[in-house]
């Protein structure tokens, strides 16, 4: 097991809580290893605010397989996050949050607009993922689909999910998304 990344996904999972972008058990992160042969995963239904190292849950890239201690099993995730590693060489994390302003984007009729502050502006909007089953398979195969060429979409009625070089990019994303959702949410409020 690899330390340094478990406690990063740790860090980052209390950064996540303390930031108010998780709601209840909900969100999962991943950093995948250099190798590229294994994932480092929270595992499903954790708490962000408790989660501890034996929450992070080894998942073998090619299989699937892992172990576990406590009959901990990886995110119902961990396939969709696999599928963009697959996809994105250059991608080393992956983090899912249900972050209110920018989840609340996901399940208005109103579009996300890109905005100055992350990286260059490619569209009008921040894209978008149609719903699919929190878990299924056809949520995995149109998400990473759409994480080929972006580096953030809103799944619909669902939440955020973001991809980095690193965990810190990806998080930083993540907030980002949730910060222009709530300036957009208050722009709109008020020209009402
Ligand atoms: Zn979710």
């Not at 108010?20 to 929270?42: L, P, Q, V």
């Not at 759409?146 to 994303?173: F, P, S, Y």
């Amino acid at each position: 097991m690899d330390n340094n990344i478990i406690e990063n996904i740790v860090k980052t999972a209390h950064h996540i809580y303390n930031k108010d972008m998780i709601i209840g058990k909900a969100g999962n992160i991943s950093i995948i290893d250099k190798k590229r042969e294994y994932i480092y995963i929270t595992a499903s239904g954790t708490d962000f605010k408790s989660l501890k190292y034996s929450d992070i849950i080894k998942v073998k890239l090619d299989d699937l397989s892992y172990v576990s201690n406590d009959e901990k099993v990886p995110s119902m995730e961990t396939s969709l996050h696999i599928g963009v590693y697959i996809n994105r060489n250059d991608v080393n994390s992956v983090v899912h949050v249900h972050s209110p302003y920018a989840t609340a984007f996901a399940f208005s009729n109103k579009r996300l607009r890109q905005q100055e502050g992350f990286g260059e502006i490619t569209g009008e909007y921040i894209a978008e993922v149609e719903y699919y089953t929190p878990g299924s398979k056809k949520l995995a195969l149109h998400t990473s689909n759409a994480l080929k060429e972006e580096d953030a979409v809103l799944l619909k009625n669902h939440g955020v999910i973001t991809v980095g070089k690193d965990i810190d990019e990806a998080t930083l994303l993540c907030e980002y998304i949730e910060g222009i959702a709530k300036t957009q949410y208050i722009t709109h409020t008020l020209n009402l």
